[in-house]
């Protein structure tokens, strides 16, 4: 307090701080930013340099392949109905394999955050075992699961269930522990006090606080178990991308398949993101009101 | 106030609670009901009764065990009746010429008798025309291939048990201990181990079969440089190469992230409705975002890799193309959000439009930007394993050429253990960047954040 007292600060001399700082800061920034930038640069060189073909080259045929596929679904543009028709039962597989593996995932999701949320958990001590379950079957790319399913149950729509459902139980397992964390604990404690079971305390207690979020996490991963199951077709677990890698390795002569399959991916996923972001709209703004 | 007094009525508000139950209580029946009827069709439209049979235990035995143990095959030549060791029976699992594991005593000469013991009392040789098994408990097994005959297995007497199987051409015996097979033109010994074997080390170096220490002793003697060099080009485990592709799924995550960012943000400004005032550009702009988040990543990735081949890059731009569409949504309803007031202040001092995008708008959307940049980049390595999968690049192409093989499943172990240390790395990483980087983000804000379900999209 004496040093200022002593020497107050004159106007130039908080200039001089404040430019001073400033300064300072614009560096660091500017480093930062080169750093990045340089960061980004490399980064892109090694892709470039460790795919098949560069980025220069394949630029300029970016669009060879989707045009080579919308000219031959022109020409056969009398066929796209029935190849739409044809195709819309794979759709459905998919469209089954995301939605059970979303409703599994839930049920196992719920389950799993009830059991690792501080005050709803009972066995307080196991919460880290049941966060690090959580946490490794979040981790676990779809992909492997379903392929070392593949192996052991034949292709088919169940290994890419399976896969699916285990991230999300883990996925939504997270989110819904955090949406647990906000819900109110005095209905449970209410419950308890009149001798309800642990299971009656969650399900009449927990469950209707935080219903409405749940539902609007579940959908939103319903889009996205969409998207997951149709690229777990492509490497062999039936619906539509098991057709759609079909149509495409059978190459040109089929583009109009491949076309049709993926305008039927398309106008689902378009759907489905218009129809749950409508819902979710209304659940959460209700659950508000 | 006496409209309202008259209408409601005790019995009138009484009919409506009932009305209001009964629905609940049909809700909460029909519900659940629902969705049993929906898991009933899914059962049966997957099949799941058949499921049953179509499971292969074996394959799941083969599966288990391979990822905890490993083989060592003792293979006779019966043409020449020479003898190879090796692991797995791969040639880089070879034990050289005239080399072998201690459990092996190779024959001296043309004539000699190699002797496979594989304990307990089991032992397997191989004479010069005849090969033997001691079983203890059960009796000595001959068995003598010939070209022109098959092979000529001499049994103890009584019924051939049912872990050995005898045809014309074939003899095979499982034990505990090990295996052998002969048939008419090779004799295989299988011992079983566990662990993985040759991580490390494979059999051409000089360090394999060392132990810690004497490998420490070495390196700080000056081998250091030699004894990472046979590490790194383990030709087994061809750990160089798994640590590129790591780095390449990591690299495709961290480009496609950034590099989607970079273009989402500039187009996001024309998607926002108080920055761009050109209604039909900002529609344009919308459906193009539209267009992006719709064609899904698999129908982007199967497109990119005809025009750019199998790779890094490709995934790369997979990744970006499609976050492009879902980040330019995010960032342009988060610009819709900003405060002008900021904004304002920042003109009132005399700034130009550029100053007044850095200093008035950008630190506002700062931590929305870089808190689902750093989401994503954790998400989109996941998806960089599963595109890598699909176009051929990084970790994910190592794990399905390790599954096609369906015999390297130590391998496949490894590498899913690899993934998922990596995914939780950037978990991690990128949780701490946010805590960092967004000092605002408390508990408090991130509720409110989410309970906005419409600018929260989910990875």
Same mark, same amino acid.
């Given at each position: 307090?004496?040093?200022?007292?002593?020497?107050?600060?004159?106007? =130039?001399? !908080?200039?001089?701080?404040?430019?001073?700082?400033?300064?300072?800061?614009?560096?660091?920034?500017?480093?930062?930013?080169?750093?990045?930038?340089?960061?980004?640069?490399?980064?892109?060189?090694?892709?470039?340099?460790?795919?098949?073909?560069?980025?220069?080259?394949?630029?300029?045929?970016?669009?060879?392949?989707?045009?080579?596929?919308?000219?031959?679904?022109?020409?056969?543009? =009398?066929?796209?109905?029935?190849?739409?028709?044809?195709?819309?039962? =794979?759709?459905?597989?998919?469209?089954?394999?995301?939605?059970?593996?979303?409703?599994?995932?839930?049920?196992?999701?719920?389950?799993?955050?009830?059991?690792?949320?501080?005050?709803?958990?009972?066995?307080?001590?196991?919460?880290?075992?049941?966060?690090?379950?959580?946490?490794?079957?979040?981790?676990?790319?779809?992909?492997?699961?379903?392929?070392?399913?593949?192996?052991?149950?034949?292709?088919?729509?169940?290994?890419?269930?399976?896969?699916?459902? !285990?991230?999300?139980?883990?996925?939504?397992?997270?989110? +819904?522990?955090?949406?647990?964390?906000?819900?109110?604990?005095?209905?449970?404690?209410?419950?308890?006090?009149?001798?309800?079971?642990?299971?009656?305390?969650?399900?009449?207690?927990?469950?209707?606080?935080?219903?409405?979020?749940?539902?609007?996490?579940?959908?939103?991963?319903?889009?996205?178990?969409?998207?997951?199951?149709?690229?777990?077709?492509?490497?062999?677990?039936?619906?539509?991308?098991?057709?759609?890698?079909?149509?495409?390795?059978?190459?040109?002569?089929?583009?109009?398949?491949?076309?049709?399959?993926?305008?039927?991916? +398309? !106008?689902?996923?378009?759907?489905?993101?218009?129809?749950?972001?409508?819902?979710?709209?209304?659940? !959460?703004?209700?659950?508000?009101? | 106030?006496?409209?309202?007094?008259?209408?409601?009525?005790?019995?009138?508000?009484?009919?409506?609670?009932?009305?209001? $139950?009964?629905?609940?209580?049909?809700?909460?029946?029909?519900?659940?009901?629902?969705?049993?009827?929906?898991?009933?069709?899914? $059962?049966?439209?997957?099949?799941?009764?058949?499921?049953?049979?179509?499971?292969?235990?074996?394959?799941?035995?083969?599966?288990?065990?391979?990822?905890?143990?490993?083989?060592?095959?003792?293979?006779?030549?019966?043409?020449?009746?020479?003898?190879?060791?090796?692991?797995?029976?791969?040639?880089?699992?070879?034990?050289?010429?005239?080399?072998?594991?201690?459990?092996?005593?190779?024959?001296?000469?043309?004539? /000699?008798?190699?002797?496979?013991?594989?304990?307990?009392?089991? %032992?397997?040789?191989?004479?010069?025309?005849? #090969?033997?098994?001691?079983?203890?408990?059960? @009796?000595?097994?001959?068995?003598?291939?010939?070209?022109?005959? @098959?092979?000529?297995?001499?049994?103890?007497? @009584?019924?051939?048990?049912?872990?050995?199987?005898?045809?014309?051409?074939?003899?095979?015996?499982?034990?505990?201990?090990?295996?052998?097979?002969?048939?008419?033109?090779?004799?295989?010994?299988?011992?079983?181990?566990?662990?993985?074997?040759?991580?490390?080390?494979?059999?051409?170096?000089?360090?394999?079969?060392?132990?810690? /220490?004497?490998?420490?002793?070495?390196?700080?003697? @000056?081998?250091?440089?030699?004894?990472?060099?046979?590490?790194?080009?383990?030709?087994?485990?061809?750990?160089?190469?798994?640590?590129?592709?790591?780095?390449?799924?990591?690299?495709?995550?961290?480009?496609?992230?950034?590099?989607?960012?970079?273009?989402? %943000?500039?187009?996001?400004?024309?998607?926002?409705?108080? $920055?761009?005032?050109?209604?039909?550009?900002?529609?344009?702009?919308?459906?193009?975002?539209?267009?992006?988040?719709?064609?899904?990543? %698999?129908?982007?990735?199967?497109?990119?890799?005809?025009?750019? /081949?199998? /790779?890094?890059?490709?995934?790369?731009?997979?990744?970006?193309?499609?976050?492009?569409?879902?980040?330019?949504?995010?960032?342009?309803?988060?610009?819709?959000?900003?405060?002008?007031?900021?904004?304002?202040?920042?003109?009132?001092?005399?700034?130009?439009?550029?100053?007044?995008?850095?200093?008035?708008?950008?630190?506002?959307?700062?931590?929305?930007?870089?808190?689902?940049?750093?989401?994503?980049?954790?998400?989109?390595?996941?998806?960089?394993?599963?595109?890598?999968?699909?176009?051929?690049?990084?970790?994910?192409?190592?794990?399905?050429?390790? #599954?096609?093989?369906?015999?390297?499943?130590?391998?496949?172990?490894?590498?899913?253990?690899?993934?998922?240390?990596?995914?939780?790395?950037?978990?991690?990483?990128?949780?701490?960047?946010?805590?960092?980087?967004?000092?605002?983000?408390?508990?408090?804000?991130?509720?409110?954040?989410?309970?906005?379900?419409?600018?929260? %999209?989910?990875?």
């Amino acid at each position: 307090m004496a040093d200022l007292t002593a020497a107050p600060l004159t106007t =130039a001399d !908080i200039r001089a701080q404040y430019s001073e700082m400033t300064r300072r800061k614009r560096l660091y920034g500017g480093i930062i930013l080169v750093v990045f930038v340089a960061l980004m640069m490399a980064g892109f060189r090694t892709a470039d340099g460790r795919n098949a073909g560069s980025f220069y080259d394949g630029i300029t045929h970016v669009f060879d392949y989707p045009s080579e596929v919308l000219a031959e679904a022109s020409e056969k543009a =009398a066929e796209l109905p029935g190849h739409l028709v044809n195709f819309f039962p =794979a759709l459905i597989e998919t469209l089954n394999i995301a939605a059970a593996s979303t409703l599994v995932g839930v049920v196992f999701g719920t389950l799993l955050s009830l059991l690792s949320t501080r005050g709803m958990a009972p066995w307080p001590r196991l919460i880290p075992l049941f966060r690090r379950i959580m946490d490794i079957s979040r981790a676990i790319p779809e992909i492997v699961i379903a392929l070392v399913l593949i192996f052991l149950l034949g292709g088919g729509p169940v290994p890419a269930m399976i896969a699916i459902a !285990i991230h999300t139980a883990g996925a939504l397992g997270k989110l +819904f522990s955090e949406v647990n964390e906000n819900a109110s604990l005095k209905p449970v404690e209410g419950l308890e006090s009149v001798g309800g079971s642990w299971g009656q305390r969650m399900w009449l207690g927990v469950i209707p606080q935080v219903g409405p979020n749940y539902v609007s996490y579940a959908l939103l991963r319903f889009e996205i178990n969409i998207r997951a199951s149709a690229i777990l077709g492509f490497v062999g677990a039936g619906g539509i991308g098991y057709e759609l890698k079909n149509a495409m390795s059978w190459g040109q002569g089929r583009y109009d398949e491949a076309a049709a399959i993926f305008l039927l991916l +398309f !106008i689902t996923i378009v759907v489905v993101d218009q129809i749950s972001s409508g819902m979710r709209d209304r659940l !959460i703004n209700g659950a508000k009101a | 106030m006496t409209i309202l007094e008259a209408e409601l009525t005790p019995a009138s508000l009484k009919q409506d609670m009932e009305r209001l $139950f009964l629905k609940k209580k049909l809700m909460g029946f029909a519900l659940p009901a629902l969705i049993l009827a929906y898991m009933t069709y899914v $059962f049966f439209a997957f099949d799941m009764p058949g499921l049953w049979q179509r499971v292969s235990w074996q394959n799941a035995q083969t599966l288990v065990s391979d990822t905890y143990s490993y083989k060592t095959h003792v293979t006779r030549d019966n043409r020449d009746a020479s003898v190879s060791v090796a692991i797995e029976g791969e040639r880089k699992g070879a034990y050289p010429e005239g080399q072998s594991p201690d459990w092996v005593t190779l024959a001296a000469g043309a004539e /000699g008798e190699t002797v496979i013991d594989l304990e307990n009392g089991h %032992l397997v040789r191989f004479g010069s025309d005849s #090969i033997e098994y001691d079983i203890p408990g059960y @009796g000595l097994v001959r068995a003598t291939p010939t070209r022109a005959k @098959g092979v000529q297995a001499e049994l103890p007497a @009584g019924d051939v048990p049912e872990w050995i199987s005898v045809s014309k051409n074939r003899l095979a015996i499982t034990t505990d201990a090990g295996r052998l097979t002969v048939t008419r033109n090779r004799a295989e010994v299988f011992r079983y181990f566990t662990g993985w074997e040759l991580f490390f080390f494979t059999l051409d170096s000089p360090y394999h079969g060392m132990g810690l /220490g004497e490998v420490m002793t070495r390196a700080a003697t @000056g081998e250091a440089g030699a004894i990472f060099h046979d590490f790194w080009n383990n030709k087994m485990w061809r750990h160089q190469d798994v640590a590129w592709a790591i780095a390449e799924t990591l690299l495709m995550a961290f480009l496609g992230t950034i590099g989607a960012g970079i273009f989402a %943000l500039p187009l996001a400004f024309i998607a926002a409705r108080n $920055f761009s005032p050109f209604g039909p550009l900002r529609f344009v702009v919308r459906r193009f975002f539209d267009f992006l988040r719709g064609v899904d990543s %698999l129908i982007w990735t199967v497109v990119l890799a005809r025009a750019f /081949g199998p /790779g890094p890059l490709t995934g790369a731009l997979a990744i970006l193309v499609t976050d492009t569409g879902t980040f330019g949504k995010i960032f342009s309803e988060a610009l819709e959000n900003v405060d002008e007031k900021q904004i304002e202040g920042v003109s009132s001092t005399g700034a130009k439009p550029a100053q007044r995008y850095r200093f008035g708008v950008i630190p506002q959307i700062t931590p929305v930007l870089l808190s689902q940049l750093l989401y994503f980049l954790e998400s989109n390595t996941r998806s960089a394993t599963i595109i890598g999968a699909i176009t051929g690049g990084g970790i994910g192409l190592l794990l399905t050429q390790a #599954i096609i093989t369906q015999k390297d499943w130590e391998e496949v172990a490894y590498y899913i253990v690899l993934i998922i240390l990596m995914v939780m790395m950037m978990d991690w990483l990128s949780g701490w960047l946010r805590r960092r980087l967004i000092k605002g983000e408390t508990g408090k804000s991130k509720r409110k954040a989410r309970a906005d379900g419409k600018a929260f %999209l989910l990875p």
